[in-house]
C-alpha cells in the first residue's frame, strides 16, 4: 500500500478498491460511491501496484460529486490536463512530452487554440454532413444481422457502427479497413487482458497506425477536399499551420476516444430496453419524440467513462479536503450521474428526465468535442434496430472488462425475431 495517508481517507468509508479494475466487472460500484458522496465527498485513495513486485502508485483524490467535478472541470488553472495527462497512469519523461501534443492533456491557451482551430467537423453543421454516411453504416450493419435470431450484440452491431463511422471520418480508404480494425483491436485490447493484448502488440499497433495516419495527412497537404483531415491540414493557429505531429494526435485521438465510448452507450442502450420494459414501451409508442431523451438518459445511466483525470498545480482545498500542488484527482462521473443533489431518483430510468444533467460527456473545456456525433450514431443505429427488429432484446447478461477507465462490455448475447423477407 502507499505509506502516504492523507484524510479524509477512502477505505474508512468503503470497502472496494477503486484502483483495482475487477471492482468495475459488473458495472461502477454505485454503493460505494454513494457512501463517499455522503460521508467523505472528496477522499483519498491509495494506489496499490498492478504488478507483482512494482511499488505503490502515490495515491489520488477521488472526486465524487456533481458539484466538484463540475468545479474541477471548469477551473484548469487549478486542475491541469498537462501536468500528469489525463488518466490515471503516473507517466513521465518522453511518455509525458508526447501525450502532451494531446489535446485532451492541454490547458488554456494551448488547448483553446487547437481546440478552435479544429472544433468545425464536429459543429451541428459539420455532423449534419455525416449523418448519411452514419445511416449508410447503420443500414448495412443490421442488414448483416436482420436475418439471424440471435447475435451477440457488442462483436456485430456495437463495435462495427463506431469503426466504420471512424474510418470514414478519419480517411481510411474502404480496402484498408481490415488493417485499421486489426490496427483498433491491438491498441483497444491494451486495457483488457481478455482481448489478448500485450504492450508489445499496442506499441506495434500505434507505429503501423501512426504510419498510415502520416501518410493521409501528407495526401491531404497535396490535395486537401472537404473531409475531417483536410480542415486540420488547412487549420491555423495564429497565421502558422498545425505540424503534422499535432494532427496526428488529433487523429489518434479521434480513435481512441469515439470508438469504445460510442461502443459502450450502444451497449448500454440494449440493457436499458431490456431492463425497463415500460421504458422501452414508452419510447417506442413514439420514436422520434422520445430517442433524444432515452440517448441521454442512457448515457446518464450507462456512464461509458469512469473517469479522467486531473493534477492540482497548487495547493487548494476541494469538497473540504485539502489538496497539494501535484496531486492527482480522479473525476468519478458514474457517482456524479447518481448524485441525488442534481437528479430526482436518480437510479430510476427514465427518459423523460428535464433537465437530464449528467456529466457522461465531462463539462467545461474539455467536454466531449464528439458528442453530437455520438449522438447521432447511438439515435441512428437504435433507430434502425427498433424499427426493422423492434423485439430485440437482451438474452442473458453481458460480460465486462476489467477496467476503472472505460465502461465497457466484452459480449451481450441479444434475441430478436428475423426481419420479415428473410
Ligand atoms: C458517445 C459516447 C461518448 C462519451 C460518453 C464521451 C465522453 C467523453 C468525456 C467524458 C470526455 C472528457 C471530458 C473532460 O475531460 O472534461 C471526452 C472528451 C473527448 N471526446 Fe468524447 N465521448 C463520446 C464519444 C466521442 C466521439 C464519437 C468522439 C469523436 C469521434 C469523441 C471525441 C472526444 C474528444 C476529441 C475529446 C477531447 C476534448 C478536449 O480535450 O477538448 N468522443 N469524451
Given at each position: 500500500m502507499s505509506d502516504i495517508k492523507r484524510t479524509p481517507y477512502a477505505p474508512d468509508f468503503i470497502d472496494v478498491d477503486l484502483w483495482d479494475p475487477s471492482t468495475f466487472a459488473d458495472g461502477p460500484p454505485y454503493e460505494a460511491f454513494a457512501q463517499l458522496r455522503a460521508e467523505a465527498?472528496?477522499?483519498?485513495?491509495?494506489?496499490?501496484?498492478?504488478?507483482?513486485?512494482?511499488?505503490?502508485?502515490?495515491?489520488?483524490?477521488?472526486?465524487?460529486?456533481?458539484?466538484?467535478?463540475?468545479?474541477?472541470?471548469?477551473?484548469?488553472?487549478?486542475?491541469?490536463?498537462w501536468l500528469g495527462g489525463f488518466t490515471g497512469a503516473d507517466i513521465t519523461g518522453a511518455v509525458l512530452e508526447e501525450t502532451r501534443l494531446n489535446l485532451m492533456a492541454q490547458d488554456p491557451p494551448d488547448h483553446t487554440h487547437l481546440r478552435r482551430a479544429v472544433r468545425d467537423p464536429f459543429s451541428s453543421h459539420g455532423v449534419a454532413k455525416?449523418?448519411?454516411?452514419?445511416?449508410?453504416?447503420?443500414?448495412?450493419?443490421?442488414?448483416?444481422i436482420a436475418?439471424?435470431?440471435?447475435?451477440?450484440?457488442?462483436?456485430?452491431?456495437?463495435?462495427?457502427?463506431?469503426?466504420?463511422?471512424?474510418?470514414?471520418?478519419?480517411?481510411?480508404?474502404?480496402?484498408?479497413?481490415g488493417l485499421f480494425y486489426g490496427w483498433t483491436n491491438a491498441i483497444i485490447g491494451n486495457h483488457d487482458p481478455d482481448f489478448g493484448g500485450t504492450i508489445a502488440d499496442f506499441l506495434q499497433a500505434k507505429d503501423e497506425l501512426f504510419a498510415y495516419g502520416r501518410n493521409i495527412i501528407e495526401n491531404k497537404r497535396k490535395n486537401p477536399g472537404d473531409d475531417l483531415v483536410s480542415t486540420f491540414?488547412?487549420?491555423?493557429?495564429?497565421?502558422?499551420?498545425?505540424?503534422?505531429?499535432?494532427?496526428?494526435?488529433?487523429?489518434?485521438?479521434?480513435?481512441?476516444?469515439?470508438?469504445?465510448?460510442?461502443?459502450?452507450?450502444?451497449t448500454a442502450s440494449m440493457e436499458a430496453l431490456s431492463?425497463?420494459?415500460?421504458?422501452?414501451?414508452?419510447?417506442?409508442?413514439?420514436?422520434?419524440?422520445?430517442?433524444?431523451?432515452?440517448?441521454?438518459?442512457?448515457?446518464?445511466?450507462?456512464?461509458?467513462?469512469?473517469?479522467?483525470?486531473?493534477?492540482?498545480?497548487?495547493?487548494?482545498?476541494?469538497?473540504?479536503?485539502?489538496?497539494?500542488?501535484?496531486?492527482?484527482?480522479?473525476?468519478?462521473?458514474?457517482?456524479a450521474n447518481r448524485d441525488a443533489t442534481v437528479l430526482d431518483n436518480p437510479h430510476d430510468f427514465d427518459l423523460t428526465r428535464s433537465p437530464n444533467m449528467h456529466l457522461a460527456f465531462g463539462v467545461g473545456q474539455h467536454f466531449c468535442l464528439g458528442a453530437r456525433l455520438g449522438r447521432m450514431q447511438i439515435g441512428i443505429m437504435l433507430t434502425e434496430l427498433l424499427t426493422r427488429l423492434p423485439d430485440i432484446a437482451v438474452s442473458a447478461p453481458a460480460t465486462r472488462a476489467h477496467s476503472n477507465f472505460l465502461n465497457s462490455a466484452k459480449t451481450l448475447p441479444v434475441r430478436f425475431t428475423p426481419e420479415a423477407g428473410h
Open positions: 465527498p472528496v477522499a483519498f485513495h491509495p494506489e496499490k501496484p498492478r504488478r507483482e513486485g512494482k511499488k505503490p502508485g502515490p495515491g489520488f483524490w477521488c472526486v465524487t460529486t456533481h458539484a466538484d467535478i463540475h468545479e474541477v472541470s471548469t477551473n484548469p488553472d487549478v486542475y491541469s490536463s455525416l449523418r448519411s454516411a452514419v445511416e449508410g453504416f447503420a443500414r448495412d450493419t443490421v442488414d448483416k436475418h439471424k435470431n440471435e447475435i451477440d450484440f457488442v462483436d456485430e452491431v456495437a463495435s462495427d457502427l463506431p469503426l466504420l463511422v471512424l474510418s470514414h471520418l478519419m480517411g481510411v480508404a474502404p480496402e484498408d479497413r491540414v488547412q487549420a491555423e493557429i495564429n497565421g502558422e499551420p498545425l505540424e503534422t505531429e499535432t494532427i496526428i494526435h488529433l487523429w489518434f485521438l479521434l480513435l481512441i476516444a469515439g470508438n469504445e465510448t460510442t461502443r459502450s452507450s450502444l431492463a425497463f420494459p415500460e421504458q422501452r414501451e414508452l419510447l417506442l409508442s413514439d420514436l422520434p419524440t422520445h430517442l433524444p431523451g432515452f440517448i441521454e438518459e442512457v448515457l446518464r445511466w450507462g456512464n461509458p467513462v469512469l473517469h479522467f483525470r486531473r493534477t492540482a498545480s497548487v495547493d487548494t482545498q476541494l469538497g473540504g479536503a485539502e489538496i497539494k500542488a501535484g496531486d492527482k484527482l480522479l473525476l468519478w462521473y458514474p457517482s
